[in-house]
């Protein structure tokens, strides 16, 4: 007998990135760089970090139960109401609340592959039946995700800027693939990493939510704002999808120090303009290099590149470790010659790059002396 819920039991285990504490033990190593988790390598905005210290001492409370002062902020800065807003758990639990409030057991849920790995718990945990359908050139393909609607489809994952690919897809191709979408079909914009994004073309989902389509937006502190410790993520739609998804959320989800530091996060624009600078200096330095070294990149939207490194992944994974580089490597989504990087520092950037020619010498050396 298996007291497990349908399909639960067959769910394959999330595989997180390797820690800077697991690689310094392993390899004893002191001085490790983690470029596998897009989290923000300057740190935090330190405007968040002094308001998690002044609210410290507070902490005896239980937090506002709905974020209502972010979500007023997040409001006034969208052109939304507040009451269009769901603060919570990081984005990561956003994407359940999504599930549970919209798919019931045996609706269809499409989304491309490779993309964000929540989307499939998410919809195996409510029994829904996850389809996906291939990127073209590592990019969402529009066209194939709306003719692969049925009847049972319920919701569609959209990642834009795409994780792990760094892809995204235009105001154009959105447009087309939203006159396609039927009224029983829902849109979930996933935007974790729009606020990098340079291209004029790029599509936000924020002009659906104006449109009151049946679509949510997904967006989160984590990256740009460098609090992905403190999880605080959110969802902003029209009120008819908003009035349901709301009733999903726990008593108190989000955290005081995640609601102080994020509230005080959006007033810091030196540090978010700072983020951006480094990561388009990084993004420009790596892209350079990694073709120097032979490897073909996807166009990198985020903060974080995909790339053909023409090489064994697990072989490059392994040697990046040995000199305290840690990456994200592809076959972890089927594709053995690649590797997701996140742009680091400039230094932790060169540090990468050193490191590769370093194991890319090594190995010629040995090719030739064979
Ligand atoms: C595409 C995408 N969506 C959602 C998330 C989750 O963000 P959060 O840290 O807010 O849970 C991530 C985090 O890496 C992501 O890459």
Redesign the pocket.
Known sequence: MSFSRKGIIDLKLYVPGRSIDEVKRQYGIDDVVKLA??ENPLGASPKAVQAIIDTAANVNMYPDPISMRLCEKLAKKLNVEPSQIMVSN????V?LLIAEAFVNEGDEVLTCAPS?D?YRISTVIMGGTFKTVPLKAHKFDLEALADAITEKTKLIFL?NPN?PTGTIVTKDEVERFMARIPEHVIVMF?E??YEFVDNPEYAQGMRYVHENRNVIV?R???KLYGL?GT???YAIAPHHIMNILKRTLAPFPVNLLGQAAALAALDDTEFVERALRVNREGKQYLLTEFKKLGFDSADANGNFIWTDTHTDGRFLEQELLKRGVIIRAGYLWGFDTFMRVSIGTMEQCERLISALKEIFRVTQGRAQRA
Request: charged share 15%; net charge negative.
């Open positions: 988790s897009n990081g984005m990561d639990n994407l964000f929540t990642c994780n996933d974790a990493y997904g989160t502190f984590s992905a999880r605080v993520g």
